[in-house]
């Protein structure tokens, strides 16, 4: 990991929710993760 991959990786709190979102022609799919991976 380069210094700025360990800043990101650093920003995330408990407070931290991270969002993914697939967007595909027909199906749609969306992640919510927090800190700890749930």
Request: glycine share 6%; charged share 25%.
């Amino acid at each position: 990991m380069n210094c700025t991959q360990n800043y990101k990786i650093d920003q995330v709190t408990e407070q931290t929710l991270v969002v993914g979102i697939d967007i595909a022609k027909r199906t749609h799919y969306a992640c919510f993760v927090d800190d700890r991976g749930r």
